[in-house]
């Protein structure tokens, strides 16, 4: 038995979901079943270049799953979150609102107020 304290929840983010445009990219995915490439870009207010570059990484990571394909004649493509991208989201979700918690728990009043 370890009388350890456990380990702090900043320990529990996750790189890869923690940067602030991809923590966005999945949050958008986790509200809809799939969603046009456009759309989360004007969403979000990336650039082509930017919105692909993370999607690469959460789809590397297997957070997510890019569908190319055809509107009628104009190609188009869509995203949607993977079982393992909705896990992710959770857990990161988790650490941060254990992180938030001690936050308040450890918040003493202001001694000028």
Same mark, same amino acid.
């Given at each position: 038995?370890?009388?350890?304290?456990?380990?702090?929840?900043?320990?529990?983010?996750?790189?890869?979901?923690?940067?602030?445009?991809?923590?966005?990219?999945?949050?958008?995915?986790?509200?809809?079943?799939?969603?046009?490439?456009?759309?989360? &870009?004007?969403?979000?207010? @990336?650039?082509?270049?930017?919105?692909? +570059?993370?999607?690469?990484?959460? %789809?590397? #990571?297997? $957070?997510?799953?890019?569908?190319?394909?055809?509107?009628?004649? &104009?190609?188009?493509?869509? @995203?949607?979150?993977?079982?393992?991208? +909705?896990?992710?989201?959770?857990? %990161?979700? #988790?650490? $941060?609102?254990?992180?938030?918690?001690?936050?308040?728990?450890?918040?003493?009043?202001?001694?000028?107020?």
């Amino acid at each position: 038995m370890s009388d350890a304290p456990p380990p702090h929840p900043a320990t529990a983010l996750d790189d890869v979901v923690h940067q602030r445009v991809r923590l966005g990219i999945l949050t958008v995915l986790s509200e809809i079943p799939e969603c046009r490439f456009a759309t989360l &870009r004007d969403e979000l207010g @990336l650039t082509d270049g930017n919105l692909n +570059r993370h999607l690469r990484i959460l %789809e590397d #990571a297997g $957070l997510l799953q890019v569908t190319k394909g055809y509107e009628g004649r &104009r190609p188009c493509t869509w @995203l949607k979150l993977t079982r393992q991208g +909705r896990a992710a989201l959770r857990a %990161e979700v #988790a650490a $941060l609102e254990q992180l938030v918690s001690r936050i308040r728990a450890a918040t003493t009043p202001d001694p000028a107020s």
